[in-house]
Nanobody, 124 residues
C-alpha cells in the first residue's frame, strides 16, 4: 500500500492551501487517516485525523483554520488550510491506519503507512 501526498507550496500568511493524500495498491480497508507535520528542529506532530466513520479531531493550534475531509471512493483525504500562519511552515505527512490483505492471503494490521511528505512554507 502506498500513500501519495501532494499540494504543498509557498503561500503568504493569511493564504490558503489544500493538501491531498491518496492511498493505493492492493486490497485494504482504511480505518483512519491523519495529517502530521514536522517543522525544522521539532518533533513530528499530529495535525488532524479522520476516521472511517467520518469523525474528525484537530490539534488545538489548527482548530478553526484547517479542515480534514475524505473522498472514500478514491481512498483520498484532503487538508484544507486557511488563514495560514508562518508557524504552519513544515513538511506535512499523511498517515494511514489500515488493514491490508496481502497477495499470499495474509492480513496486516497495526502497521504505520506514511506518505512521502509535502513542504508547506508560509511567508510573512
Amino acid at each position: 500500500v502506498q500513500l501519495q501526498a501532494s499540494g504543498g507550496g509557498l503561500v503568504q500568511a493569511g493564504g490558503s492551501l489544500r493538501l491531498s493524500c491518496a492511498a493505493s495498491g492492493g486490497r485494504f480497508r482504511i480505518d483512519a487517516m491523519s495529517w502530521y507535520r514536522q517543522a525544522p528542529g521539532r518533533q513530528r506532530m499530529l495535525v488532524a485525523t479522520i476516521t472511517s466513520a467520518g469523525s474528525t479531531t484537530y490539534a488545538d493550534s489548527v482548530k478553526g483554520r484547517f479542515t480534514i475531509s475524505r473522498e472514500s471512493a478514491k481512498n483520498t483525504i484532503y487538508l484544507q488550510m486557511n488563514s495560514l500562519k508562518t508557524e504552519d511552515t513544515a513538511v506535512y505527512y499523511c498517515n494511514a491506519d489500515l488493514v491490508h490483505w496481502t497477495p499470499d492471503g495474509g492480513v496486516e494490521a497495526g502497521k504505520d503507512y506514511w506518505g512521502q511528505g509535502t513542504q508547506v512554507t508560509v511567508s510573512s
